[in-house]
């Protein structure tokens, strides 16, 4: 008797969590192509294969719907950088690690630097209001500080590395080459995202991050 009564409510539950990830994943390609200002409901709702009001009644808003995705964007690169385990590895190896894990990351999730770019024009109005961005974003640079603490103690790191202004330096240094790649290769008359280039920029931010990290 349970098992019938509970199935018409597992099913609406599966139901709805399908049509949240239709909307998630329609939503976060519209905003990476369009942007915050450009994007629109009706094309959301298109991509999704939903009825628009399905969207507003589970984000009220486009506004609601755009910090979700970011929400989520951010959960997503959080989650991977969990899965490195870098607390289980050498303080060298560690840094190493999410220097190439940063820079893969963004090679493989363009939409996420779109994501960014469109979240910075509208100077970030949605994640302030966002305890969970806070709460995800947090536990990395808390684990980033204690291999830094493990490196220092085992002499292998100098002392005095913020960690969030080391992680600001790992992501930027993919981040600005990747989301002006093509401004800077009309400038340079290079290509900065043929293998070879890309190959070359990993081992220059490796040897960057590297050479601030450890001991002299």
Same mark, same amino acid.
């Given at each position: 008797?349970?098992? =019938?009564?509970?199935?018409?409510?597992?099913? !609406?539950?599966?139901?709805?969590?399908?049509? *949240?990830?239709?909307?998630?994943?329609?939503?976060?390609?519209?905003?990476?192509?369009?942007?915050?200002?450009?994007? !629109?409901? +009706?094309?959301?709702? +298109?991509?999704?294969?939903?009825?628009?009001?399905?969207? %507003? %009644?589970?984000?009220? =808003?486009?506004?609601?719907?755009?910090?979700?995705?970011?929400?989520?964007?951010?959960? *997503?690169? #959080?989650?991977?950088?969990? *899965?490195? =385990?870098?607390? $289980?590895?050498?303080? $060298?190896?560690?840094?190493?690690?999410?220097? +190439?894990?940063?820079?893969? %990351?963004?090679?493989?999730?363009?939409?996420?630097?779109?994501?960014?770019?469109?979240?910075?024009?509208?100077? @970030?109005?949605?994640?302030?209001?966002?305890?969970?961005? !806070? +709460?995800?974003?947090?536990?990395?640079?808390?684990?980033? &500080?204690?291999?830094?603490?493990?490196?220092?103690?085992?002499?292998?790191?100098? &002392?005095?590395?913020?960690?969030?202004?080391?992680?600001?330096?790992? @992501?930027?240094?993919?981040?600005?080459?990747?989301?002006?790649?093509?401004?800077?290769?009309?400038?340079?008359?290079?290509?900065?995202?043929?293998?070879?280039?890309?190959?070359?920029?990993?081992?220059?931010?490796?040897?960057?991050?590297?050479?601030?990290?450890? #001991?002299?």
């Amino acid at each position: 008797m349970t098992k =019938d009564t509970d199935t018409p409510a597992k099913e !609406r539950l599966r139901d709805a969590d399908r049509s *949240q990830g239709a909307i998630f994943s329609a939503a976060r390609d519209e905003f990476a192509e369009h942007g915050l200002g450009g994007a !629109r409901m +009706e094309r959301i709702a +298109e991509r999704a294969g939903l009825n628009k009001r399905l969207i %507003y %009644y589970y984000f009220e =808003d486009k506004e609601r719907l755009f910090q979700a995705v970011l929400e989520q964007a951010y959960m *997503q690169i #959080r989650e991977q950088e969990r *899965q490195l =385990d870098l607390l $289980a590895l050498e303080p $060298a190896t560690a840094i190493r690690r999410l220097v +190439e894990f940063t820079w893969t %990351y963004y090679l493989d999730n363009p939409q996420f630097l779109t994501l960014l770019n469109s979240a910075n024009l509208h100077k @970030a109005r949605h994640l302030p209001q966002s305890q969970r961005a !806070r +709460e995800l974003n947090s536990p990395l640079i808390a684990t980033l &500080g204690e291999v830094l603490e493990r490196g220092r103690r085992a002499g292998s790191f100098r &002392g005095g590395v913020d960690p969030l202004q080391l992680y600001i330096s790992i @992501a930027g240094l993919a981040y600005f080459y990747l989301s002006n790649n093509h401004t800077l290769s009309a400038i340079f008359g290079r290509d900065l995202m043929a293998p070879k280039a890309r190959n070359e920029r990993l081992s220059h931010m490796c040897d960057v991050i590297m050479g601030y990290v450890l #001991r002299s």
